[in-house]
């Protein structure tokens, strides 16, 4: 069998070559030359698998290493019987730490609480699962928005975009991109900048294009957006660069990157790759991040905020922001070589408060208790 696949895709080299024989390719390399006699691409979402690159191959599948599929043309897979896969909720623990350590930094910088603000969560699907989780535990109140899942659950528990728009003090999307009966283009456009009336903080780790950037530049200037924190970008890697000027976190599209998560999603594809092609795949169970560089956190060393400084101590969004305000254009470059943190999980954490434990065991950390 031949193979073509993403060569910055972690965990990866090394495991599927005992499936068959494996090229590996960066994005500029996915060409229809390349791939026309693969059986396999794994690829990432970088990685365009359009109608123009597949046509006249012999793909059989192509599994992704994200949750996003929109860089593939799934309606001539169809068309063209080739099967595709995506993982989904592979990054969804590191997309919702990467949130919370944000509103933490918005809250440093503001000096305002997040206990008691209100929290719109627009796509509960894996990612704003787990970001209501980590905000609850935070205290902070939750408005769902899924019109897909209020479908097909009942609308108990959903609110619509306009009541978000009313209510939120904080509204973060996690949406795919999609077409068809709700489609998510666009989907904070003008008309919904406008309906804000809290001066919202904004935060987009969905798709880039599920917003409009030219309304959210109006948004910052007429006042209607409180402050905006921004992972996925339209155009990426071709960013707006007055976008980000007006931001207070600016990161390129890393907030899925924990190495946990890159695990995860690796794992997965194997996993897929082993049931479609019906081979045995080996020592998947080594696909294991390494343990953090410092694994315990002793709050004695903070005199302030000791369960925020804990946060910031296993993830910071404030290094990334400050290379890509520097270097905009290396966007896809930051992304390629990005340092992937652990999650909240591989760490623990001494000398805590009864108080701080019960709050940072439920975000996810362990305890080092002395004896």
Same mark, same amino acid.
């Given at each position: 069998?031949?193979?073509?696949?993403?060569?910055?895709?972690?965990?990866?080299?090394?495991?599927?070559?005992?499936?068959?024989?494996?090229?590996?390719?960066?994005?500029?390399?996915?060409?229809?030359?390349?791939?026309?006699?693969?059986?396999?691409?794994?690829?990432?979402?970088?990685?365009?698998?359009?109608?123009?690159?597949?046509?006249?191959?012999?793909?059989?599948?192509? *599994? +992704?290493?994200?949750?996003?599929?929109?860089?593939?043309?799934?309606?001539?897979?169809?068309?063209?019987?080739?099967? !595709?896969?995506?993982?989904?909720?592979?990054?969804?623990?590191? *997309?919702?730490?990467?949130?919370?350590?944000?509103? @933490?930094?918005?809250?440093?910088?503001?000096?305002?609480?997040?206990?008691?603000? +209100?929290?719109?969560?627009?796509?509960?699907?894996?990612?704003?699962?787990?970001?209501?989780?980590?905000?609850?535990?935070?205290?902070?109140?939750?408005?769902?928005?899924?019109?897909?899942?209020?479908?097909?659950?009942?609308?108990?528990?959903? *609110?619509?975009?306009?009541?978000?728009?009313?209510?939120?003090?904080?509204?973060?999307?996690?949406?795919?991109?999609?077409?068809?009966?709700?489609?998510?283009?666009?989907?904070?456009?003008?008309?919904?900048?406008?309906?804000?009336?809290?001066?919202? !903080?904004?935060?987009?780790?969905?798709?880039?294009?599920? +917003?409009?950037?030219?309304?959210?530049?109006?948004?910052?200037?007429?006042?209607?957006?409180?402050?905006?924190?921004?992972?996925? !970008?339209?155009?990426?890697?071709?960013?707006?660069?007055?976008?980000?000027?007006?931001?207070?976190?600016?990161?390129?599209?890393?907030?899925?990157?924990?190495?946990?998560?890159?695990?995860?999603?690796?794992?997965?594809?194997?996993?897929?790759?082993?049931?479609?092609?019906?081979?045995?795949?080996?020592?998947?169970?080594? @696909?294991?991040?390494?343990?953090?560089?410092?694994? *315990?956190?002793?709050?004695?060393?903070?005199?302030?905020?000791?369960?925020?400084?804990?946060?910031?101590?296993?993830?910071?969004?404030?290094?990334?922001?400050?290379?890509?305000?520097?270097?905009?254009?290396?966007?896809?470059?930051?992304?390629?070589?990005?340092?992937?943190?652990?999650?909240?999980?591989?760490?623990?954490?001494?000398?805590?408060?009864?108080?701080?434990?019960?709050?940072?065991?439920?975000?996810?950390?362990?305890?080092?208790? +002395?004896?």
């Amino acid at each position: 069998m031949k193979i073509i696949a993403d060569n910055t895709i972690p965990f990866l080299k090394g495991i599927i070559e005992q499936a068959g024989e494996v090229t590996y390719l960066s994005s500029a390399g996915f060409t229809a030359g390349a791939v026309r006699d693969a059986d396999l691409l794994i690829v990432r979402s970088v990685d365009r698998c359009s109608r123009e690159i597949l046509k006249g191959s012999r793909v059989k599948l192509i *599994v +992704t290493a994200t949750i996003g599929y929109d860089h593939i043309d799934t309606a001539y897979c169809e068309e063209a019987g080739i099967t !595709w896969r995506n993982a989904p909720g592979s990054n969804a623990e590191s *997309v919702a730490e990467y949130v919370l350590a944000s509103l @933490i930094r918005l809250s440093m910088r503001t000096k305002e609480p997040l206990a008691g603000k +209100t929290v719109g969560i627009v796509g509960a699907g894996h990612v704003g699962t787990k970001v209501e989780y980590l905000c609850k535990s935070y205290g902070m109140r939750i408005l769902r928005n899924d019109p897909p899942r209020a479908e097909q659950e009942g609308a108990e528990g959903f *609110v619509s975009l306009q009541e978000i728009a009313e209510r939120a003090d904080i509204i973060t999307l996690h949406t795919p991109l999609t077409e068809g009966k709700y489609p998510t283009y666009h989907l904070v456009d003008k008309a919904q900048v406008n309906a804000f009336a809290r001066k919202p !903080w904004l935060i987009n780790t969905g798709r880039g294009a599920v +917003t409009d950037t030219a309304a959210l530049l109006e948004g910052m200037t007429n006042g209607k957006i409180g402050a905006m924190v921004m992972d996925c !970008w339209e155009n990426e890697p071709h960013i707006s660069l007055p976008l980000l000027a007006q931001t207070v976190i600016a990161t390129p599209h890393i907030a899925g990157f924990s190495a946990d998560g890159k695990a995860n999603a690796t794992r997965m594809c194997l996993e897929e790759i082993s049931h479609f092609f019906r081979l045995e795949i080996k020592d998947m169970e080594k @696909i294991t991040p390494s343990a953090p560089a410092h694994p *315990v956190i002793d709050l004695d060393l903070y005199t302030s905020n000791r369960i925020e400084q804990a946060i910031l101590s296993s993830f910071d969004p404030i290094p990334a922001d400050r290379a890509l305000r520097e270097e905009p254009r290396r966007f896809e470059s930051f992304r390629a070589h990005y340092n992937h943190p652990r999650e909240f999980s591989a760490y623990s954490i001494a000398n805590a408060t009864s108080t701080e434990a019960s709050l940072l065991q439920s975000l996810g950390f362990r305890m080092r208790f +002395t004896p």
